[in-house]
């Protein structure tokens, strides 16, 4: 008889990031060190002055001795394991709020507000979940491209993929409900504050302008991953109407109405904070907390069993918050080989001047390959714009179609990208394995980098 074959264990993310440590780390020996001058965190144009490197062989397991002015060393293995601390370090804010949602998330699991607010909401949509993907994933990217929204939904993920295992859907449907209308908004950003303060005035025009253009650009995007999202759903569940009779939920009772009007009251705040008041991860993870504790005086039961239920949901997210780190840990890697500019540098030159719709293109071809070393939104464009800038005005591309370039390259890798710092805090609240993620959204990653470039070369066409 022949013994059945043995189903192949998928590679744990951590083993992917520390293959691109070691990547980034070779990295340094292999590309020269150079640098820009900077006002602030601002590139300078035509500043770059290359560095002499030390590559001798003594350095390859402790740091070398011979860097000092005008010097640099690559990167020992010494170096690229104490990356990892310090990575954990630099991204301390945001796995410390990550933890506190997934705590907050077991009190709300543990006192069933989840599977009951996921039966109400199926009940509101009549069962139908086509109906309900559309008007979620609407309200999303809506969020993300007109205020700039990301870490603020994560509080939000947990629920939409316990409600995609209610209603028979693997978990990761529910994810991406979220996390594509998240990066659609991002893409488009019509007046998304994040990427277009910094990005815009670096290219003399005023904050927010061409916000019609990116608004025809959030259409079309939105309609390609809400197309996306149902052909999945109907090959996963042929069948897309539920029984409400299945998912009914109980009478709302006194404390799960006083969990869900704190939940909403601490969403606004939430909101209303990274907003107006532009507060950032401590404040945030303050409000978790604040909330947390609410939760729990409002659910009922015990402090022990609050604290129990806190714990196990911090529990679920810990090994994927160290990720967060890991990822961190690249990036300064990268920046202690000092080749981040050599490679933004080298990616200036390969643009060029080849006519107008091939340097948009190029130039979002940069932004791609960017986005992967340089996943902050903000850091991005305070490095490539003031340099992207001066070449696309050579090559006749409008400063609003540098600006979607920027945007698309910037979105569209960060939907994949293992360094990115939010994704991998976005597979954290899920409980989502980023192989998974990358073999689900591979499709609609590829269709979204063929929309771009067809949507730069209207842009350009349109003279923007």
């Not at 020996?29 to 770059?48: C, K, M």
């Not at 397991?61 to 104490?82: D, F």
């Not at 601490?266 to 909330?291: D, F, N, P």
Request: net charge neutral; proline share 5%; hydrophobic share 55%.
């Amino acid at each position: 008889m022949t013994p059945a074959p043995t189903q192949r264990r998928a590679t744990n993310p951590i083993v992917i990031l520390l293959g691109i440590l070691v990547l980034a780390t070779a990295l340094t020996w292999v590309i020269g060190s150079g640098f820009y001058e900077r006002e602030g965190r601002l590139v300078i144009p035509g500043s770059y002055e290359p560095l002499e490197k030390d590559r001798s062989l003594v350095g390859i397991v402790l740091p070398s001795e011979a860097a000092g002015e005008g010097r640099v060393a690559a990167v020992s293995l010494t170096q690229s394991l104490l990356a990892i601390p310090a990575g954990l370090e630099r991204a301390a804010n945001l796995i410390f709020m990550v933890l506190l949602i997934g705590g907050m998330f077991g009190i709300l699991d543990r006192a069933g507000v989840v599977e009951n607010g996921i039966n109400r909401l199926l009940g509101a949509a009549r069962g139908n979940v086509g109906i309900l993907v559309i008007v979620l994933m609407t309200i999303f990217s809506a969020g993300s491209a007109f205020l700039g929204l990301a870490s603020e939904y994560l509080i939000v993920i947990p629920v939409m993929t316990a409600m995609a295992t209610r209603i028979g859907l693997p978990s990761i449907v529910g994810f991406a409900i979220v996390t594509i209308a998240v990066k659609i908004g991002y893409l488009a950003s019509v007046t998304n504050p994040i990427p277009l303060t910094i990005a815009q005035p670096l290219l003399g025009v005023p904050i927010f302008s061409g916000a019609p253009l990116r608004l025809g650009f959030y259409a079309v995007f939105l309609t390609a991953g809400i197309a996306f999202m149902l052909y999945r759903l109907r090959k996963l569940k042929p069948e897309t109407r539920v029984d409400l009779e299945a998912h009914s939920a109980p009478p709302l009772s006194l404390h799960e109405g006083a969990m869900l009007a704190i939940l909403v009251t601490g969403i606004g705040v939430i909101l209303a904070g990274s907003t107006r008041w532009g507060w950032s991860h401590h404040e945030l993870s303050t409000c978790y907390i604040a909330m947390s504790l609410a939760l729990a005086a409002a659910s009922g039961t015990s402090a022990s069993a609050n604290a129990d239920a806190f714990v196990s949901g911090m529990k679920k997210v810990l090994l994927a918050s160290a990720l967060i780190g890991v990822a961190m840990a690249v990036t300064i890697v990268l920046e202690e080989g000092r080749i981040l500019d050599t490679i933004v540098h080298a990616l200036n030159g390969a643009v060029g001047e080849h006519g107008p719709y091939a340097t948009a293109v190029s130039m979002f071809g940069s932004q791609l390959a960017l986005d992967f070393l340089i996943p902050s939104t903000s850091g991005q464009a305070a490095v490539t714009m003031p340099i992207m800038g001066p070449v696309a005005q050579l090559a006749g591309v409008g400063p609003q179609t540098t600006i979607s370039a920027f945007l698309f390259g910037n979105g569209i890798t960060n939907m994949l990208t293992p360094t990115s710092g939010t994704l991998l805090a976005y597979l954290a609240a899920g409980r989502i394995n980023w192989i998974d993620w990358a073999k689900f959204i591979l499709p609609l990653w590829a269709a979204f980098i063929f929309i771009a470039c067809v949507l730069l070369a209207v842009a350009v066409l349109l003279g923007a």
